[in-house]
Each structure stands twice: as structure tokens, then as C-alpha cells.
């Protein structure tokens, strides 16, 4: 039976566990709390059994209270309990590995969209290439297509612009894990070969862009932001990574997260926002926003378990999708929240995101989660044919920001929206299903909280993720099952919310929204609307119904051809 503990501690005699074992078991079985060193551990010691007063200390951290009699028969059953959990811990799982537990967020009385997938972009006529390459490193990806397309710039000099500004901005930014270069210059190379042929693959053909270090990619690190896996290296390509090659996209670089998708800071520094340096781009898709708005790729994959989408999308002025859950493949990724992690594209606008999403959506026979729904977007469609909703006490509100919001609200209905009022289900105890994310989070990362090696990651204060880990392991499994029980409820309330609706505006940060949608997996649309005193920018947002990602980027993509916000450039990087 192997033991963890940390160097220096000698595992509890008769009980066969070190420290943090002992603590983890109690955890496990929803009688957890802080059984750190102190009287609590050495009587555990001193006893070389449990005993009832054991168990007594720890109802009271679970909340629970029992009679001596109950402990008493507890007591027969928890000793029997030690060697299956001291085996469950020496089976070394993968992070990779989901549990035997598949979440979905379509309600059986729903169906499923049927169709074909169809995308149609606006008219791009007279798209010419500038003097200077550089000045298109801002461009959407729409517009460098056409140049691509046209033969006006062939994808190896498209590639090397974007690699030199890599190069010469990267450092400033700190949004830089690791080049992909040589990966990159053959990869066009060969985009150029098969445009010689004839054979275009599409928009995506030839376009540079960024991958969020929690993708593997063959024959370059996957760090996860975080000194522990700094030289890992996963001999496989996530399929997102796939399906982009078989798009025509140019890997050019591995962008920074926050440490295992957690802020902005990872083990190199702290990612920042390009319009103010003193600012981080906030997290976690730190680099894939930053990198992105600064003109250093054509676009980005980012990944959101609770807000890493948004935030730094809002933070730097990117147009970032968080898709609906289970559209699109995490085979390959890290895995943080089996039940909550999304990956989608952040990029310059709703066009290009819905561009991205078109190449990467789908199942793969990979990732239990994936399904594949038709994605239907016509960047033509009308608005009229659009039924949307808007969050009216959040547009009340005199928060900080709140005038950029009504203002947005009130482009929409100059553009003939007339959105009807509804709210978010408040009958929910919303806030405790965080509980979910944080056990998830604790599993992914057993290894490294009971090995001690999470005291290598860079931040170490009570909300980051080592303590948060720790904290983890005294959530009472009964507790985890009643929360995502409370969360099918939540979904039921959220149906009824977009009952009839196809999406609903919203600010980002509206009350209890971004933590209900990513629980439901509802997707979302953020884009820049606005700059603040500091000079950042600040978003907006659309909420789609489920699988219905088309209508909040058709919504988003109107709002951007009514305003220029996501076309400003960061002076220092323009």
C-alpha cells in the first residue's frame, strides 16, 4: 500500500497514511475538515485507531451531528474503509481520464437541432493588401482570408509577420509560452503548395494563430501555465489542434494561461493587458486575449470553466465565443471541471469566432461529452428573425460600467431589436454549485495535493488552487451529488427563462449569470463596448439558448457593425 507524505512526516502509526492522507480520507467520506497538525492529529497518533471524539471534531466541519451509538457503528464500518481508499490513491489516473460520469446539458423534452451545418459571411470585395504586411496584423480573419485567397500574400510571408510580432511583442506582453515555428513555416509552406494546385480549404486556409498551453501539440510542451508540468510534453494533438490543420490554420504559437487555467499569473510572469501594461489580461486565457488584440495572431483558442473566456476577453477587447457545452472536443486539454470546461476561439470579431467554430465543432469519439449539432450562422441573416430577451433588473442597476451596458442595450434597439424582460431563476442556491467546479478540480489534480508538489505552483494565497485543492477534499461526497441534483433544477429554470427565446442581451458580470450559464452550459458572445477612465476596454454580452451559439454571434456581429470598438488597436502595438 504506497503512502504519500510530505518529506519529513512520518505516516500515522496503525492507521498506514501520512498526514495528508488522513485528512483526504476524512474528506472523502463527508466527515472532513481542518485535521491539520495539533491535538486532532497527534490524538490519532497517540490512539493508532479512530476513535469517537475523531469523528466528533469532524462533524463539525462537514456540519452534520451523530450520537454516540451512530459513531459507534460508523466507527465498525470507517476502519474497514482505510485500505480502499489508501488503493483508490496509489492507482495513478491521468488527468486526461473523465470519470464514468457524463454530463449533459439537454433536457430529455428538448430535441437535439437537425440539419446541415451552414456559414455564410458578409461580402468581402476590394480587400487589398497594404504596403506593409504588418499594418494587416490587426485584420479580421475574414479579410486576411480574401488576401490569401486573391494570392496577394501567400501564407509563409503571412506566417512570418505574425512570428516576428510574436518575436518582438511577445516579451513585452509575457503572453508567450512557447514558439511553434518550425511547425508553423512548414505548415505554410505547405498551404502554399496546395494553393499552387488549386486546393483552398476554406477561410481558415493559411491563417496564423494561437493556442491556449492547455492543447497538446505534438513535439512541443504542454506546460499549463504551471511550473509543475513546465517540460511535459504529450505526444498527441487535441483535436481541436487537428481540426484546425485539416482547416488550413498555422500553428505559430503556445499562448499563457494562468497556472492550471487559474488568473493571469503563470510560472514565467504575469500576462498582460495591451492597452495598459500595469494591468493583468486577466485569466485565465490569458495569452490567447492578449495576444490576439495586440496583433500577434490571427486568432486564438481559449478554453472557460468559469469565466476564463469572458474575463480576459473583457479585459483586453477581444470578440471571444464560450460555446455551448459539449460542441466542441476537449480531447487533448487539460481537464480542470469534466462537467464545466468549454473551448472556443477568441479573436477580433463575432465573424471570425463563428469562422472558428465552424472548423472545430463537432464529436469525436474521443471526448463522451462532444456531440455534434448542426452550427447554422448567415452573417446576413435578419435580425428580425431573431427572438432575444434582456436581463432587466441587470440594465437598472447603477453598478460601475452600467451606462456602457444600457448603451450597448440601446444600439440594439436602434438596429430594430425589441427585446422582451425576463431574469435569471433566483430559486437556486447558485452560489454553493461552486462546490462542483472545486471538487472536479480537486480530482484532476489528486496527484499533485497529496504528492506535495503543489507547492510549486507560483501562488500560494487561501483562494488559489493549492489551498483550493485542500479545501476540496472536506466537501462531502453526498454534498457533490445534492449540488449538481440542484443543478438539474437550475437547468429545468433555465429552459423555462429562454422558453421561446433565441438568445438574451445581457452585461457580462449581471448578477449571478456567468456562474448559472456555465452550469447549465449555455452558450455566450462577449465583445468590446466601450473603453473605461483607465482606458480598458469593457464588454457586452450575448446569451444563446442552447446550441443556438449562431444567434448570439449573429446578435454580437450586429452590434459590431453598428459601433467600431472591436476595431481599435492598442497604441503601443499598433
Known sequence: METYSRAGEAPAQGLGMGRRDFVSYFGALGLGGTLFPGALWAKAQEAGTLTRQILLDAEKVAGLSFTDEERDLMLERLEGNL?????????RVENEVAPALVFDPQLPHRPLPTGEDQVRTGRRGGVEAPSDLADAAFWPVADLAE????RQVSCTELTEMYLARLKRHGPTLECVVTLTEDRALDQAAQRDRELDQGHYRGPLHGIPWGAKDLLAVRGYP??????PYRDQELE????VVSRLDEAGAILVAKLTLGALAMGDVWFGGRTRNPWNLEQGSSGSSAGSASAT????VGFAIGSETLGSIVSPSTRCGASGLRPTFGRVSRQGAMALSWSMDKLGPICRSAEDCALVLAAIHGADGLDAHARTVP???????????????????AFESDRPGAAFDRSALEVMRSLGVDPVPVEMPDESPVGALRIILNAEAAAAFSDLTLTGRDDLLTRQNPNAWPNSFRVARMIPAVEYIQANRIRTQLMGAMDRVFDGLDAILTPSYAGSQLLVTNLTGHPVSVVPAGFGENGSPVSFSFLGSLWNDAAALRLAGAFQGATDFHLRRPPLFA
Do not use: K, N
Not at 504542454?222 to 511550473?227: F, I, N, S
Open 236 to 239: 498527441m494533438d487535441a483535436t
Open 83 to 91: 485500505e480502499s481508499f489508501a488503493a483508490i490513491r496509489s492507482h
Open 375 to 393: 452550427f447554422r450562422w448567415a452573417a446576413d441573416r435578419p435580425l428580425s428573425e431573431l427572438r432575444v430577451g434582456f436581463l432587466q433588473s
Open 222 to 227: 504542454t506546460t499549463w501555465g504551471a511550473e
Open 147 to 150: 488576401l490569401i485567397r486573391s
Open 293 to 296: 488584440v495586440a496583433g500577434l
